[in-house]
């Protein structure tokens, strides 16, 4: 099993490029996530998805928008990218134990 | 508001023992979660309190004690691998979970 896999790994951006970053998970998680992570502040939610069909706001989602494209898929898509959206952002799932999230290996953005 | 306190770094000799400290302010916190993160890595679970007490699962130990809003994450026997990020987590209900800003955890031999 892969786990949680993300693509791509690393991406540069100009200022109001868009694009959309993928997330897989084959464990049979019903809840996926995306956070962003910026240095010295620790993970925060984007948006979520409890189940297929459903998507919720976390944190900090202006600027994105996420698909729940079927029960394995969850993207994130920047449709006018800022310099402020600079970050490595990680993809997560869990199963029935909604403590226990499983996080894929991050895309690493920069937004010149 | 809900936030979580953690100290921003610790040091500590190979061998030793090690508490990680994490103060939550929230209302409806449920639980809580530790996670390491290895630089450059992805974080990856730990452990989970969620009632009272001192949960034990090999090396590392986690406390909660809800009516302080305190826990600490407590790792035995260090080894130079142990150099990681840590970070505590609070459920907040439903699916939405809150990190605390990490504590970076530095071994020395």
């Known amino acids: 099993n892969a786990g949680v896999t993300q693509t791509p790994k690393f991406q540069v951006l100009k200022t109001g490029q868009s694009m959309t970053l993928q997330c897989a998970q084959d464990?049979?998680?019903?809840?996926m996530y995306w956070y962003r992570q910026d240095p010295g502040m620790g993970l925060r939610l984007i948006y979520y998805?409890?189940?297929?069909?459903?998507?919720d706001k976390g944190e900090v989602p202006n600027g994105y928008n996420v698909s729940r494209l079927n029960k394995r898929e969850f993207s994130l898509r920047l449709e006018s990218a800022a310099p402020s959206q600079t970050s490595v952002y990680f993809c997560?799932?869990?199963?029935?134990?909604?403590?226990?999230?499983?996080f894929g290996p991050g895309t690493r953005l920069t937004v010149l | 508001g809900q936030s979580l306190e953690q100290p921003s770094e610790v040091t500590a000799v190979e061998g030793a023992i090690v508490q990680i400290n994490c103060t939550y302010q929230?209302?409806?916190?449920?639980?809580l979660s530790w996670y390491q993160q290895h630089d450059g890595g992805a974080p990856t679970f730990l452990s989970y309190?969620?009632?009272?007490g001192l949960e034990e699962t090999g090396r590392f130990s986690s406390f909660l004690s809800r009516s302080d809003s305190y826990g600490y994450l407590l790792l035995q026997e260090l080894q130079m691998k142990d150099s990681a990020s840590y970070f505590c987590?609070?459920?907040?209900?439903?699916?939405?979970?809150?990190f605390g800003a990490g504590t970076r955890l530095f071994v020395k031999a």
């Open positions: 997560a799932s869990s199963g029935r134990d909604l403590r226990e999230q499983f």
């Open positions: 464990m049979n998680h019903n809840s």
């Open positions: 998805s409890a189940s297929e069909g459903t998507t």
């Open positions: 929230t209302s409806g916190f449920y639980g």
């Open positions: 309190n969620a009632l009272d």
């Open positions: 987590a609070g459920g907040t209900g439903g699916f939405k979970t809150i």
